[in-house]
């Protein structure tokens, strides 16, 4: 067991994320807006060479097979792709994607699956140091002048963090993402149900297979066993 001291962390991340902070963050002093909510984003700058992936995972999970079992996704990366995440199962960044979404009638983004782009779910995080390291295109898209473009281009202001980030990039490069089965990060919240959208909430929600991870985000009860 290796112990990393959260300060020294923050200090090496602030420089990489400040420019995202106030792109993907509630705002200042806000839970989101501290550096370390941007950790895996630029883990690979600043983990120690030798480790070459890493999984980072949210603490209101509950697992029901062998986490061993997650590591051997790292095998089904695509050539290109630096992280695997699970998509985000609520219909959040429809709501955030409105503008460029009314702007641009024919697009994906925001749409559920199979075929849209509801954006992804940081709570399951597959990092592939060594290919996030080696990739020109992926570390282009974290420099500031890219993140403002990006933004500007979409209309984003988000406010959770490393997902906002993930999320926005994947609408221009899916290529650099291996998106894990629901089933890897079975989120269990609903808010968006009860706050406009319920009549496509299902859409995004619905998840089949055996559950390997529960994700009681927004402080949900996981099921008992």
Known sequence: VIVHDVNELT???FPVVEAMQKHFSAGSGTYYSDSIFFLSVAMHRIMP????Q????DLDLKYK?????????????????????????????RHTFWQYRRENPQTKVGDPPPDGLPGFNSGVLLLNLEAMRQSKLYNHLLEPAMVQKLTEKYHFKGHLGD?????MVGME??????????????QLCTWW?????????????????????????CNTPIPED
């Open 11 to 13: 200090e090496k991340l």
């Open 49 to 52: 060479k030798e480790i070459t």
């Open 54 to 57: 890493i999984i980072q995972v």
């Open 65 to 93: 097979t062998n986490i061993r079992d997650l590591f051997d996704e790292f095998n089904n990366f695509p050539e290109g792709a630096v992280i695997g995440i699970a998509r985000e199962m609520q219909p959040v960044y």
């Open 163 to 167: 997902q906002d980030f993930f999320t």
């Open 173 to 186: 490069h899916p290529e650099l993402f291996h998106v894990l089965d629901c089933t890897w990060n079975r």
């Open 193 to 217: 149900k009860d706050h406009g959208y319920s009549d496509v909430f299902d859409q995004y929600f619905q998840c089949e297979g055996e559950v390997k991870i529960y994700h009681g985000n």
